[in-house]
């Protein structure tokens, strides 16, 4: 058994932990509101994007595959596959299911006789798939808990170009929808080419949608090439948004458990030094009858 002093010791040590566990605990909640706070102010802007995309694509009509990111590649042979991760850990496995659904996806790609062309947000997506000996053509750090729009327009330049220059010949987004605290949806979306489905909205709910009565000026194919950049970018903001909620809500989780792991330890490690308390004090008492015994 375990001295009294040793017991003591390890009692402090997961005490220390605790406190710091307690204390990212109480720093993720913080972050986690002011991240709720962007996700409440970006949603209806993002919505008011999506939907005036999807007027002027009605409204062009056919013309609209005349607009590049809208048009389809002849033929396809390879995908580009951004996962939005974190800068940090201690989150569960917020990053890890993110990994985990790309590497899924790139072997399903990869069975259909097609490559896969890597692009990583967050220092915990790029090092993992570094790790596994994957090639990266984009990774971006250092901006995970707090994105900006200006992080979302480079990413989305990026692959923009990429997708533009026939170097991959679709685009796909993994990253982790916030819900709540306790809840990150991983969701996969398809960014490039934008389909019917995502900017016509044919084909979705079933209903049949009429032309917009709207007068564009200049025409619907000029105003959606505009648009659809921004659409872009929006969407991969937006995931950036909700990815930073994801995480402090994920890490805030994993915190608070960690704390009521410690507190469950503690008192396992108490009640093991009041045994070893009493073991001495028993092994005291014996010496000293035995003593006394044989004085007399």
């Known amino acids: 058994m375990a001295s009294q002093r040793d017991v003591k010791n390890k009692i402090a040590s997961v005490k ?22 962007r996700i409440s102010a970006l949603r209806p802007y993002a919505d008011a994007i ?14 609209a595959v005349r607009v590049p990111l809208l048009r389809e590649h002849d033929s396809e042979t390879n995908v580009g596959l951004l996962l939005v991760t974190g800068d940090r850990g201690l989150a569960g496995g917020f990053n890890s299911q993110i990994i985990r659904a790309g590497v899924r996806l790139s072997a399903e790609i990869s069975e259909q006789g097609l490559r896969s062309s890597w692009y990583a947000t967050g220092r915990r997506g790029v090092s993992s798939l570094t790790f596994r000996g994957n090639e990266l053509s984009g ?29 991959v010949d679709r685009v796909e987004m993994i990253f982790n929808s916030y819900v709540s605290p306790l809840t990150q949806h991983v969701t996969r979306q398809t960014l490039l ?18 032309p917009a009565s709207v007068d ?20 991969i903001y937006r995931a950036l948004v909700e990815s930073a909620a994801g995480f402090f809500g994920a890490q805030m989780t994993a915190m608070r458990s960690a704390s009521e792991n410690a507190g469950e330890i503690i008192t396992d490690y108490t009640l093991q030094m009041n045994r070893a308390r009493q073991a001495e004090i028993t092994q005291e008492i014996m010496e000293v009858v035995a003593g006394a015994e044989g004085l007399s």
């Open 16 to 37: 220390n932990i605790q406190k710091i566990t307690r204390a990212m605990e109480m720093v993720a909640a913080a972050r986690l509101r002011r991240a709720e706070q």
């Open 50 to 63: 999506g939907r005036m995309t999807r007027q002027a694509a009605r409204a062009a009509g056919g013309e």
């Open 139 to 167: 990774s971006y750090t250092g901006f995970a808990d707090r994105p900006a729009y200006t992080d979302a327009r480079t990413i989305a330049d990026d692959i923009i170009q990429a997708y533009t220059d026939g170097e």
């Open 193 to 210: 080419p934008l389909t019917a489905q995502s900017i016509t909205g044919e084909g979705g709910d079933g209903q049949e949608h009429r």
């Open 216 to 235: 564009y000026e200049p025409d619907p194919e000029k105003i959606l090439r505009r648009l659809v950049p921004d659409y872009i970018e929006i969407s």
